[in-house]
């Protein structure tokens, strides 16, 4: 393995909480039931693709424009929480462990589906980390769909095989699989049959990539 391609929420960082909180406000003044357990399938999947999973629930159905409209303002109230964010949101752990891979020679790169991604690293003290940045910016297709690890994969010259993908969700695994990489699960996605590695935590890595 050469170099290692992190997705960011749920493996660098915590976003579910504002995801939560801003869906939930556009879901209330809508009048559209939504609760924890929609929010947790909503992992890894696209902004328009998770606002489709709110509407399941609703009780008519709304045009494109209104569609574009609703998921502009669930986005201007989650960036509002993002700004809350701050170096103290990423963990000793995460950012031990991103050194020790950096002093082992490993490429670093994300792998997001977030159109905030540069927004979250910037705020969590990693905006110049990475070698790379692959996000919801630069692709057409969301996970499960692997264009945003090979994105990632080309943007640091590296072949897939010699890629490893870290993802907490199963819609990742997926996406790493189909692309030809190997994959290191967190939380649920260890769950996936197609997974490489099962990560008790994000410092296992430590024992993988040596
Ligand atoms: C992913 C999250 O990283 O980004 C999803 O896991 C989210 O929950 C997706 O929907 C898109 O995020 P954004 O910031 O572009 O709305
Ligand atoms: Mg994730």
Not at 21 to 31: F, M, P, S, T, V
Request: charged share 30%; proline share 2%; with cysteine.
């Amino acid at each position: 393995m050469k170099a290692i391609i992190f997705d960011l929420d749920g493996v660098i960082c915590f976003t579910d909480k504002y995801h939560y909180i801003a869906w939930k406000k556009l879901a209330d003044k809508n009048g559209i039931y939504f609760d924890e357990e929609i929010n947790n399938r909503l992992r890894g999947v696209s902004r328009m693709d998770s606002l489709e999973i709110i509407l399941e629930r609703a009780d008519r159905t709304y045009t494109a424009e209104e569609k574009e409209a609703m998921a502009a303002e669930k986005n201007a109230s989650y960036v509002e929480l993002l700004k809350e964010m701050s170096p103290a949101d990423l963990s000793d752990e995460v950012k031990n462990t991103l050194d020790e891979l950096r002093n082992r020679g490993y490429k670093l790169a994300i792998g997001s589906s977030s159109k905030n991604t540069k927004m979250i690293l910037k705020q969590i003290g990693l905006g110049e980390f990475f070698d790379a940045v692959s996000d919801g910016t630069n692709i057409t297709k969301s996970k499960p769909d692997p264009e945003v690890f090979l994105k990632a994969a080309e943007f640091i010259g590296e072949n897939p095989a010699d890629c490893l993908v870290v993802e907490d969700a199963k819609a990742g695994i997926e996406a790493a699989t189909a692309g030809g990489f190997k994959s290191a699960g967190l939380g649920e996605a260890t769950e996936h049959p197609s997974v490489t590695y099962k990560l008790g935590s994000f410092k296992d890595l430590l024992e993988i990539c040596i």
